[in-house]
């Protein structure tokens, strides 16, 4: 059973444009979130971290948490064609959480 | 900065043979993960460990076992190859306190014939 489910699996963005993406857990101990990004045949990187309610900003990347929901959003405003990604979200129970579980990903590709 | 560096890069073996990856950090980092990903898809936690000889299950580890001898060192063994099973295997230490932020070695893609 999925703890971590995002949404959606997979979105074409025009460049330019922004990308809106979505991840919950159906989990209610698990409640710290990552958002990771993973170029083709490369590693995840980690790209926003957000354990608080409310919104985090880092250049063109904003992500939000909403706790009582469980639910984290990512948005890229600006979108380039080397944002086209895997993009994974991550969590982990907030006290004393070693295990990371990880979503299905949903696939990023920013057209010219 | 530190580095996990993942052996082999490429494994293929037979169906029921026993196979063993490894990985290694220098970032002295105490937590250490094993994860499967399947066609670029998300990653599942097989095994992780918060200490040297520490051995945590994840959700996927049945037909794995895993070993933590030194802290920077976790070896993960498939104990009966599947036909025809294909995936990456990625290892991660993770950074204590601030982000805690996972970082992955560049991982292991094990095909079996």
């Known amino acids: 059973q999925q703890k971590v489910q995002q949404s959606p699996e997979s979105l074409i963005v025009p460049e330019g444009g922004m990308a809106s993406l979505n991840c919950t857990s159906s989990d209610r101990n698990v409640d710290y979130f990552w958002w990771y990004r993973q170029h083709s045949g490369k590693s995840p990187k980690m790209l926003m971290?957000?354990?608080?309610?409310g919104e985090k900003e880092e250049g063109r990347f904003t992500v939000h948490l909403n706790k009582a929901s469980l639910h984290t959003s990512l948005h890229i405003r600006d979108s380039q064609p080397s944002d086209s990604a895997l993009y994974l979200c991550a969590a982990s129970k907030s006290q004393g959480g070693r295990a990371l579980i990880f979503g299905t990903g949903t696939t990023v590709s920013v057209s010219p | 900065g530190g580095i996990i560096t993942q052996t082999p890069k490429f494994l293929i073996g037979q169906e029921g043979q026993k196979l063993t990856l490894k990985c290694q950090q220098n970032f002295n980092h105490d937590t250490m993960y094993w994860y499967r990903q399947d066609s670029g898809k998300g990653l599942r936690l097989i095994y992780y460990s918060i200490t040297e000889n520490d051995l945590q299950k994840g959700d996927l580890s049945e037909g794995y076992d895993a070993s933590r001898e030194k802290k920077s060192s976790f070896s993960l063994t498939v104990t009966s190859a599947q036909k025809n099973e294909m995936a990456v295997f990625l290892c991660?230490?993770?950074?204590?306190?601030?982000?805690?932020?996972?970082?992955f070695g560049a991982g292991t893609r094990l095909s079996v014939l």
């Open positions: 971290s957000i354990f608080s309610n």
């Open positions: 991660a230490s993770r950074s204590p306190g601030g982000q805690n932020t996972l970082y």
